[in-house]
C-alpha cells in the first residue's frame, strides 16, 4: 500500500457493474479489491442483534463473505427462508442505493483503509474516477455523484465502461465488448470518446448462461439448481465448469440443440436488415424488447429453457448413461476441443448439499448452455429479439462513418469475466471473420480481437 504522504495526491479507481465491484489505486496494475455485488441480509441474526440491543441491527454480509455464509447454511441443512439476497446493482445501474452504500464504506474502511467516520459521515479525502454503465441517463449519473459526495471527497469523474476498457489496451480509437453479469455493451470509441449513437446493449451476457444452466441441471437431478437461494452456487459452477466450442466444430457438437445451417442463415437475413441505411440511423431502443412485453418474453423465454432442458436430459438417455453409444467422430471432436481449449476432461463440483455431494458436470451442459451468447433466437425461442454478441459488435460497427469502420475492425476489445470463459476469444474472432467475409468481403481479414491475460479487470 502506497505510504500516506504518497498517497495524498492519488486517485481511486471505482468500477461498479452487475457482477463485481472493483477499487484500487489508479497507476496500479490490478485493483486492490475484487468483491462480488452481492449482499446477503439475515433476518434471523438482525432480530437476535437487536434483541441485545446491538447499535449495528442492519445484518448485511457483503460479497464473498455472504456467498460462504450462504454456502455454509446449505452445507448444514439449515433453513435460508429469513434471507434476502440483494444485488445493489441491475444492468450497470444502482438499484439499491443503501445496500451501495453500505458496501462502498466497507470497500473503503476495510479494503482500501482510508477514511474515518461513520457510513452517515465518511470522509475519505480522495478523488475517486467512477466507471458509469454506457447509455446512462443525465438523472442517473447526478444521483450517483450526489450518493458519492457524502463520503466528502474532493471530487468525483465519471467514464464509460467501454472507453476505460479501450484505454487499458493502450489505444484511444476502438470498439469494446464490455460484458457484466446481465448485460453487455459494444461501444465504439474514436479519440478516448465513445460514440452514443452506435453504442448497442443487450441482455444475453453471463446470467443468462447461468439461467440456461440452471434448467438444465435440474434436468439432470439437480432440484435445488432453480432455487433463488442456490443463484450464486449456479453462478460458481458456470465459471468453472462451461466452455466455448469453436466454430468448425460447432456443427459436430452442437447440431442437436442448435440447427447452425439454418440459423446461420437465418442471422444473416437478419443482420441484412438491420444493416439497411434507414435502421442504422436510427438510435437501437436499448432494452430490445418493447415494455409492454417484457413479461409476456420472459415466460416465453422459460418455456423454451425447460424444453432445452428436456431435449438435452432426452438424448443423454437416448446415449446410454455410459455413453457407450455416442459415435466415435463424436468423442474425437469432443476431446479434441477439450485439448486446445486445455480444460479438465471430467468437471466435478462439490454441491453445498447436508454432508457435501461431489457430482459430475455433463458436458452437454458445459458447453451447450453458453450457446445463448452467440445463438440467443434458438437457445430462448424465436420470440427472442436479443442480438448475440458477435453481431452486435459488427453491427455498432457499421453504425459508425465508413472511414472508422476498418481502425475498429482492428481494434476489438474484449472486457469483462464472461470474455475469460475457455474458447470465448477465438469463437468471437471466428463469428466476426465469418460476418465480414459475408458482408464485407474486401475486410475479411481485417478483423483482430484484443484479448489481455486480465480483461475481467480491463475496465478498471
Same mark, same amino acid.
Given at each position: 500500500?502506497?505510504?500516506?504522504?504518497?498517497?495524498?495526491?492519488?486517485?481511486?479507481?471505482?468500477?461498479?457493474?452487475?457482477?463485481?465491484?472493483?477499487?484500487?489505486?489508479?497507476?496500479?496494475?490490478?485493483?486492490?479489491?475484487?468483491?462480488?455485488?452481492?449482499?446477503?441480509?439475515?433476518?434471523?441474526?438482525?432480530?437476535?442483534?437487536?434483541?441485545?440491543?446491538?447499535?449495528?441491527?442492519?445484518?448485511?454480509?457483503?460479497?464473498?463473505?455472504?456467498? $460462504?455464509?450462504?454456502?455454509? +447454511?446449505?452445507?448444514?441443512?439449515?433453513?435460508?427462508?429469513?434471507?434476502?439476497?440483494?444485488?445493489?446493482?441491475?444492468?450497470?445501474?444502482?438499484?439499491?442505493?443503501?445496500?451501495?452504500?453500505?458496501?462502498?464504506?466497507?470497500?473503503?474502511?476495510?479494503? /482500501?483503509?482510508?477514511?474515518?467516520?461513520?457510513?452517515?459521515?465518511?470522509?475519505?479525502?480522495?478523488?475517486?474516477?467512477?466507471?458509469?454503465?454506457?447509455?446512462?441517463?443525465?438523472?442517473?449519473? /447526478?444521483?450517483?455523484?450526489?450518493?458519492?459526495?457524502?463520503?466528502?471527497?474532493?471530487?468525483?469523474?465519471?467514464?464509460?465502461?467501454?472507453?476505460?476498457?479501450?484505454?487499458?489496451?493502450?489505444?484511444?480509437?476502438?470498439?469494446?465488448?464490455?460484458?457484466?453479469?446481465?448485460?453487455?455493451?459494444?461501444?465504439?470509441?474514436?479519440?478516448?470518446?465513445?460514440?452514443?449513437?452506435?453504442?448497442?446493449?443487450?441482455?444475453?451476457?453471463?446470467?443468462?448462461?447461468?439461467?440456461? /444452466?440452471?434448467?438444465?441441471?435440474?434436468?439432470?437431478?439437480?432440484?435445488?439448481?432453480?432455487?433463488?437461494?442456490?443463484?450464486?452456487?449456479?453462478?460458481?459452477?458456470?465459471?468453472?465448469?462451461?466452455?466455448?466450442?469453436?466454430?468448425?466444430? %460447432? $456443427?459436430?457438437?452442437?447440431?442437436?440443440?442448435?440447427?447452425?445451417?439454418?440459423?446461420?442463415?437465418?442471422?444473416?437475413?437478419?443482420?441484412?436488415?438491420?444493416?439497411?441505411?434507414?435502421?442504422?440511423?436510427?438510435? @437501437?431502443?436499448?432494452?430490445? %424488447?418493447?415494455?409492454?412485453?417484457?413479461?409476456?418474453?420472459?415466460?416465453?423465454?422459460?418455456?423454451?429453457?425447460?424444453?432445452?432442458?428436456?431435449?438435452?436430459?432426452?438424448?443423454?438417455?437416448?446415449?446410454?448413461?455410459?455413453?457407450?453409444? +455416442?459415435?466415435?467422430?463424436?468423442?474425437?471432436?469432443?476431446?479434441?476441443?477439450?485439448?486446445?481449449?486445455?480444460?479438465?476432461?471430467?468437471?466435478?463440483?462439490?454441491?453445498?448439499?447436508?454432508?457435501?455431494?461431489?457430482?459430475?458436470?455433463?458436458?452437454?451442459?458445459?458447453?451447450?448452455?453458453?450457446?445463448?451468447?452467440?445463438?440467443?433466437?434458438?437457445?430462448?425461442?424465436?420470440?427472442?429479439?436479443?442480438?448475440?454478441?458477435?453481431?452486435?459488435?459488427?453491427?455498432? @460497427?457499421?453504425?459508425?462513418?465508413?472511414?472508422? %469502420?476498418?481502425?475498429?475492425?482492428?481494434?476489438?476489445?474484449?472486457?469483462?469475466?464472461?470474455?475469460?470463459?475457455?474458447?470465448?476469444?477465438?469463437?468471437?474472432?471466428?463469428?466476426?471473420?465469418?460476418?465480414?467475409?459475408?458482408?464485407?468481403?474486401?475486410?475479411?481479414?481485417? @478483423?483482430?480481437?484484443?484479448?489481455?491475460?486480465?480483461?475481467?479487470?480491463?475496465?478498471?
Amino acid at each position: 500500500m502506497p505510504k500516506k504522504a504518497e498517497r495524498a495526491q492519488g486517485v481511486i479507481v471505482l468500477d461498479i457493474a452487475s457482477d463485481f465491484i472493483k477499487a484500487g489505486w489508479a497507476g496500479e496494475d490490478a485493483p486492490r479489491c475484487s468483491i462480488p455485488a452481492v449482499l446477503v441480509k439475515d433476518g434471523g441474526q438482525e432480530r437476535k442483534r437487536k434483541e441485545r440491543n446491538d447499535e449495528a441491527t442492519t445484518s448485511y454480509l457483503v460479497g464473498r463473505e455472504a456467498l $460462504e455464509y450462504l454456502r455454509g +447454511l446449505h452445507m448444514r441443512g439449515e433453513s435460508t427462508e429469513k434471507l434476502e439476497i440483494i444485488y445493489p446493482v441491475h444492468k450497470g445501474r444502482i438499484v439499491d442505493w443503501n445496500a451501495m452504500m453500505y458496501l462502498v464504506e466497507r470497500i473503503f474502511s476495510k479494503k /482500501l483503509k482510508i477514511g474515518s467516520g461513520s457510513q452517515t459521515s465518511y470522509t475519505i479525502g480522495y478523488t475517486v474516477l467512477v466507471t458509469d454503465t454506457p447509455g446512462s441517463s443525465e438523472e442517473y449519473r /447526478l444521483k450517483l455523484v450526489k450518493a458519492l459526495f457524502k463520503f466528502k471527497m474532493p471530487g468525483i469523474c465519471l467514464v464509460s465502461r467501454g472507453t476505460m476498457a479501450i484505454f487499458d489496451s493502450g489505444k484511444s480509437t476502438g470498439i469494446s465488448l464490455v460484458t457484466a453479469g446481465d448485460v453487455a455493451h459494444a461501444v465504439p470509441v474514436y479519440k478516448g470518446f465513445a460514440l452514443p449513437h452506435a453504442t448497442i446493449s443487450t441482455d444475453v451476457a453471463g446470467d443468462y448462461i447461468t439461467k440456461v /444452466l440452471k434448467i438444465c441441471l435440474s434436468d439432470f437431478g439437480i432440484k435445488e439448481a432453480v432455487d433463488s437461494m442456490w443463484e450464486p452456487i449456479m453462478k460458481d459452477i458456470k465459471d468453472q465448469s462451461c466452455f466455448v466450442v469453436g466454430r468448425r466444430r %460447432q $456443427e459436430a457438437l452442437l447440431n442437436d440443440f442448435v440447427p447452425f445451417q439454418k440459423a446461420n442463415q437465418q442471422r444473416k437475413e437478419e443482420l441484412e436488415t438491420l444493416l439497411e441505411p434507414e435502421r442504422l440511423e436510427k438510435k @437501437i431502443d436499448e432494452k430490445i %424488447q418493447k415494455d409492454e412485453k417484457i413479461d409476456a418474453l420472459i415466460t416465453y423465454e422459460d418455456n423454451s429453457l425447460k424444453k432445452l432442458g428436456r431435449s438435452i436430459r432426452e438424448i443423454y438417455k437416448k446415449r446410454g448413461e455410459e455413453k457407450k453409444s +455416442l459415435s466415435e467422430e463424436y468423442l474425437d471432436e469432443l476431446e479434441a476441443e477439450k485439448k486446445r481449449l486445455q480444460i479438465e476432461t471430467k468437471m466435478l463440483y462439490n454441491l453445498p448439499r447436508k454432508g457435501g455431494e461431489i457430482v459430475p458436470i455433463d458436458d452437454m451442459c458445459r458447453f451447450v448452455c453458453p450457446e445463448v451468447l452467440f445463438a440467443p433466437k434458438y437457445i430462448l425461442g424465436h420470440h427472442s429479439e436479443q442480438l448475440g454478441l458477435q453481431d452486435m459488435v459488427f453491427r455498432s @460497427i457499421k453504425m459508425c462513418d465508413p472511414f472508422l %469502420q476498418k481502425i475498429l475492425k482492428q481494434n476489438i476489445v474484449l472486457a469483462g469475466h464472461v470474455t475469460e470463459m475457455a474458447g470465448f476469444t477465438m469463437r468471437v474472432t471466428e463469428e466476426l471473420q465469418h460476418l465480414c467475409a459475408s458482408f464485407d468481403a474486401e475486410d475479411a481479414d481485417a @478483423i483482430n480481437v484484443v484479448s489481455h491475460l486480465r480483461r475481467k479487470d480491463a475496465v478498471w
